[in-house]
T-cell receptor, first 112, second 116 residues
Framework: KQEVTQIPAALSVPEGENLVLNCSFTDSAIYNLQWFRQDPGKGLTSLLLIQSSQREQTSGRLNASLDKSSGRSTLYIAASQPGDSATYLCAVRRNAGNMLTFGGGTRLMVKP | DVKVTQSSRYLVKRTGEKVFLECVQDMDHENMFWYRQDPGLGLRLIYFSYDVKMKEKGDIPEGYSVSREKKERFSLILESASTNQTSMYLC???????????????FGPGTRLLVL
């Protein structure tokens, strides 16, 4: 059974710092991996999707990497801003049915 | 823009009540999903549906049932609500499978359910 773990569970940084969020998964047979953002009391918004054949994806200040063989992904946020404060979740897609297995999330606070 | 709406943002029910949570999507997506989200546990899949009248159990289906009579609507039913079903419930939809595997899930805002 696929298990997804995110470390740390919470993170507080001053504005402007570069930071890395970590995600690990136990079964390397994945279709893709996604990073989502969730603002308090809201639904999830997809940030980046990395296919199983890719090593990384970039969008603006965000860069996500994938190392399938070691079962790891990282989300790098450059020059963090207070508006980046949210919970970040990674999710692994298991199969063709688009079923996702989620990690527990990292709650990020960026202080002005 | 894809829009996924959920019938209530907040709901308070009593133990033993029958509870209906409704989800509607406007993008003609084949797949729809119900998750619950609890602190530190992330999202856990309750049920999903890949077509009208079709449903599959997710990881934690016990105590729940679902209904999909129309393509745009997916309902989650708590037959007899219990306090351990107090949680945030999130609905999502996605298009059907494509070979590139690029389809993502689009989420509603969630329903926070409190069972007393």
């Amino acid at each position: 059974k696929q298990e997804v773990t995110q470390i740390p569970a919470a993170l507080s940084v001053p504005e402007g710092e570069n930071l890395v969020l970590n995600c690990s998964f136990t079964d390397s047979a994945i279709y893709n991996l996604q990073w989502f953002r969730q603002d308090p009391g809201k639904g999830l918004t997809s940030l980046l999707l990395i296919q199983s054949s890719q090593r990384e994806q970039t969008s603006g200040r965000l860069n996500a990497s994938l190392d399938k063989s070691s079962g790891r992904s990282t989300l790098y946020i450059a020059a963090s801003q207070p508006g980046d404060s949210a919970t970040y979740l990674c999710a692994v897609r298991r199969n063709a049915g688009n079923m996702l297995t989620f990690g527990g999330g990292t709650r990020l606070m960026v202080k002005p | 823009d894809v829009k996924v709406t959920q019938s209530s943002r907040y709901l308070v029910k009593r133990t033993g009540e029958k509870v209906f949570l409704e989800c509607v999507q406007d993008m003609d997506h084949e797949n729809m999903f119900w998750y619950r989200q609890d602190p530190g546990l992330g999202l856990r899949l309750i049920y999903f549906s890949y077509d009208v009248k079709m449903k599959e159990k997710g990881d934690i289906p016990e105590g729940y049932s679902v209904s999909r009579e129309k393509k745009e609507r997916f309902s989650l039913i708590l037959e007899s609500a219990s306090t351990n079903q107090t949680s945030m419930y999130l609905c999502a939809s996605s298009p059907s499978y494509n070979p590139q595997g690029l389809e993502t899930q689009y989420f509603g805002p969630g329903t926070r359910l409190l069972v007393l």
